[in-house]
């Protein structure tokens, strides 16, 4: 069964750049987040994506945008990089359900993405 | 603001000791408090998680210890191992009411020594 898997794994870019993030999700689940961990830091939620429609949107501008897919994968398109968007770009599924989204996420392995 | 606030940011134990990490939250909606691990490289893992209607939940040397009244949640690993180092970080979540992101401590630094 494979897991959340995420392309490409490392990405230079330079500024003005933009810049797009694939990931697909666990078997079996349709619900995607989005999250940026800085270096030292812990991860920060970006966007979450469910029924190929943004459900809920964390504090990140208008350049950070997204995409889910009928078959569930997303991406991340980020416009404008600034090099403060250097960062470990992480994907994470989790089932929703009628009931409301099941509490676990499970992440990939993330994309380095540098910015020069 | 940061709603989660985890300590200490490093710590380093011997084989066999016992780590012990912290943290403290704001929001009394959260209902929901996974831990993760990250090794150098990966994304981070689901170790264990609890919530609120439990004081405690085990699994393996892994234990969750919960404090509803005062609003902090601790990680304890038990015979830690070279292996066990990683960072390891709390989270926590409102679920059921519309809200699905994590928001994570900044994370603690694990090295065990031989």
């Known amino acids: 069964d494979a897991g959340v898997t995420q392309s490409p794994t490392h990405l230079i870019k330079t500024r003005g750049q933009q810049v797009t993030l694939r990931c697909s999700p666990k078997?079996?689940?349709?619900?995607v987040s989005w999250y940026q961990q800085a270096l030292g830091q812990g991860p920060q939620f970006i966007f979450q994506?469910?029924?190929?429609?943004?459900?809920q949107r964390g504090n990140f501008p208008d350049r950070f945008s997204g995409h889910q897919f009928p078959n569930y994968s997303s991406e991340l398109n980020v416009n404008a990089l600034l090099l403060g968007d250097s960062a470990l770009y992480l994907c994470?599924?989790?089932?929703?359900?009628?009931?409301?989204?099941?509490?676990?996420?499970?992440f990939g392995p993330g994309t380095r993405l540098t910015v020069l | 603001q940061q709603q989660v606030k985890q300590s200490p940011q490093s710590l380093i134990v011997q084989k066999g000791g016992i780590s012990i990490i912290n943290c403290a939250y704001e929001?009394?909606?959260?209902?929901?408090f996974p831990w993760y691990q990250q090794f150098p490289g990966k994304g981070p893992a689901l170790l264990i998680a609890i919530r609120p209607d439990v004081s405690e939940k085990k699994e393996g040397r892994f234990t969750i210890s919960f404090n509803k009244s005062a609003k902090q949640f601790s990680l304890h690993i038990m015979d830690s191992q070279p292996g066990d180092s990683a960072t390891y970080f709390c989270?926590?979540?409102?679920?059921?009411?519309?809200?699905?992101?994590?928001?994570f401590g900044k994370g603690t630094k694990l090295s065990v020594i031989p």
């Open positions: 929001n009394t909606a959260f209902d929901y």
């Open positions: 994506y469910y029924e190929e429609e943004e459900r």
């Open positions: 989270a926590a979540s409102v679920t059921g009411a519309g809200s699905y992101q994590l928001t």
């Open positions: 078997s079996g689940h349709d619900t």
């Open positions: 994470a599924s989790s089932l929703s359900l009628p009931s409301g989204p099941v509490d676990e996420q499970f």
